[in-house]
C-alpha cells in the first residue's frame, strides 16, 4: 500500500506540474499590473478591454476563426470519405493505405511546411491565405482519420442493412440513417481539426503572407518584447475557446443522448 | 490500387481518391521538390539558380556548425523523451490501476492540454521561471535570494518547455497499452509467489512498452522537428536543428539551403521513426486516439 501513496502523490505532482503554469497565465490576465508577470497588485478587467481595442488582435481573431472552419469543413469531408472506405470496405492493402494516410504526421511540421512552400515557389504562386487552408487540412487529416475511425467502428452496419430490407432506397438510408449515426463522429472530427487549424504556429510561421496574421503568430510577434499583460487576457480569452468549446458540445452531446435513453 | 483491385469493389477507392489525391499534391510532392532544391545554388537574397551541384550538401557534411546541431538536436530530443517517460510512466499507471470513481476526470484532465494553445502553454514558464516568474517571486519573499536569479533563456528552459508541452502524449499512449492488459496477470503472478515489485516488472512492464515506445518516438521525434519552443524560451545559443531551416529559410532567403537542411532532418527523424516501425509496427500509434 505504500508503493500505491508514492503513486498517486506523484500523479499529483505531474498532474501539477502540466496544469499549474496554464493557471498562472489565467490568474494573471485579472493582474491590474502594468507588466506581464508578478507580483499581483490587483483585480482589473482592464487588460480585457484593451484586447478588444486591439485591432490588430482582433483582425487575427478573424482569420485563425475563418481559417479553422474552413481547415475543419475541408479535411472531416476528405477524412471522413476515406475512414468509410477504411471501416466499411475490405480490399487487399488496407494496413499500407492506413500507414499512407496517417504519414504525414510523421514528418516533421518544419519540413512539411518547407517542403509545400517550395513546392509553391516552383509553380510560380506566392504564399496566400488558400496555402494556410490546403496546409492545415493536410496536417489535421491524419488526426480526422483516426478519430472519426475509432467512432465509425462502433456504428453497426445492421441498421443500414434493416433500413434497406425495410424498403428504403440507398438516398433515404444514406440520409436518414448513416448520416445521423454518422453525426457524432463528423463534430469530432471537425472540432478536432478546427483546434489543431487555431492552435498552428510552426507551419503557419512559414506559410502567411506577409501581413497576414493568425492568432498565435500575433501571439509569437508581441512577446518579441516581453509578456505583455495583454497577452496573458488573450491567453484567457483562447483557453477559454479551445477549451470551453469541446468541455460544452462533450457536456450536452452527454445531456441530449441520455434524454433520448 | 493497380490490378488488384479489378473485379473488386470500386467504392472504396472512390472514397479514398480525395484524401490519397491530398497527400500526393500536399506532402509527397513537396518533399521531392526538397530533395531537387537542395542541389540548386543560391546566388543571393531569395535568388536561386537552377542546377545540379552538391554545394550545400558538402557544406552541411563539412561545417561542424551543422555537425554540432544534429548532435545537440539528438542530445536534447533524447533527453525530452528519457523525462517525459520518467514523468508520465506513473501517472499512466494510476489512471489505468485506479478505483477513483471519477477516472474520466483524470482523462478528461490529460486530454485538456492538448486544447491549450501550444503557445500559451510554452510562453507560461516565462511566468513561472522569469524574473517577474512565480518561482523568483517566492524566492524573493522567502528572502532566499535578494535578487531575481536567473532562470529562463537556457537550455534548462528549453527542455522544461518541451517536455510540459509533449507529456500528454507520452502519458495517453502509455495509459493505453496498460489499460489493454488483462487486469488478472498482476494478481495471478502474486498468487503464483511473486512480490508486488516483482509482478509489476515481469508481466505488467513488458506488456506496457508498446505504449512506451510509441509514445517515446511521438515525444522524440516532435521535440526533434521543433523551432518555436527555443525562439520563446532559449537564449541565443540554444538552437535546434529546426532553427537553423527557419533561419535558412525565413530570415536568409536561401531556399536550396533551407531544402537541404530540412531534408537532413526528414532522414534523421525518419530513421528514426523507420527503427521503430521495423521493431513495432506503426499500429500502436492510432491506438491512443481511440
Known sequence: MNAWVFIRFYTILVYTFMFAPIFVVLLLAFNSSQFGGFPIEGFSLHWFGELFQNDAIMRAFRTSFALGLMTALVSTVIGILASLALVRYQFPGKEWVTTFLISPVLVPETVLAVGLLIFLRWLHMPRSFALLLLGHSIIALPFVVLVVQARLVGIRKEYEEAARSLGANPVQTFFQVTFPLLMPAVFAGALFAFTISFDNITATIFWRPSGLETVPTQIFGMLRHSVSPEINALGFVMICITVGVPLLAGGLARYFSRKKV | ??????????????????????????????????????????????????????????????????????????????????????????????????????????????????????????????????????????????????????????????????????????????????????????????????????????????????????????????????????????GPSDFLFGNLIYDAVVTELNWPMGATLSFTLLVLLGAVVVIYSRFMGLNQLSKAFG
Not at chain 2, 545540379?52 to 563539412?62: D, I, Y
Not at chain 2, 516488472?201 to 513488458?206: F, G, H, M, N
Request: proline share 5%.
Open chain 2, 1 to 234: 490500387m493497380g490490378d488488384a483491385t479489378v473485379g473488386l469493389d470500386r467504392r472504396p477507392v472512390l472514397l479514398l481518391t480525395p484524401a490519397f489525391f491530398a497527400i500526393i499534391a500536399l506532402v509527397v510532392i513537396p518533399m521531392a521538390f526538397i530533395l531537387v532544391y537542395s542541389f540548386y545554388e543560391n546566388i543571393d537574397l531569395a535568388v536561386d539558380k537552377v542546377a545540379f551541384q552538391f554545394g550545400n550538401w558538402k557544406e552541411v557534411a563539412t561545417d561542424s556548425y551543422y555537425h554540432n546541431a544534429i548532435w545537440k538536436t539528438l542530445r536534447i530530443s533524447l533527453t525530452v523523451t528519457v523525462l517525459a517517460a520518467l514523468l508520465g510512466y506513473i501517472p499512466a499507471y494510476f489512471i489505468a490501476m485506479t478505483k477513483f470513481r471519477h477516472k474520466w476526470l483524470l482523462l478528461l484532465l490529460l486530454i485538456l492540454p492538448f486544447w491549450v494553445s501550444f503557445i500559451i502553454r510554452t510562453l507560461s514558464w516565462i511566468h513561472i521561471l522569469g524574473n517577474q516568474g512565480a518561482l523568483n517571486g517566492l524566492f524573493v519573499t522567502l528572502g532566499l535570494v535578494g535578487e531575481p536569479i536567473r532562470m529562463m533563456f537556457n537550455e534548462f528552459s528549453v527542455m522544461l518547455g518541451l517536455v510540459h508541452v509533449f507529456l500528454p502524449y507520452m502519458i495517453l499512449n502509455i495509459y493505453v497499452s496498460l489499460e489493454g492488459i488483462d487486469g488478472n496477470l498482476e494478481p495471478a503472478a502474486r498468487t503464483l509467489g511473486a512480490k508486488p515489485w516483482q509482478a509489476f516488472k515481469e508481466v505488467t512492464l513488458p506488456l506496457s512498452m508498446p505504449g512506451l515506445a510509441a509514445g517515446s518516438l511521438l515525444v522524440f521525434v516532435l521535440t526533434g522537428g521543433s523551432y518555436v519552443t527555443p525562439l520563446i524560451l532559449g
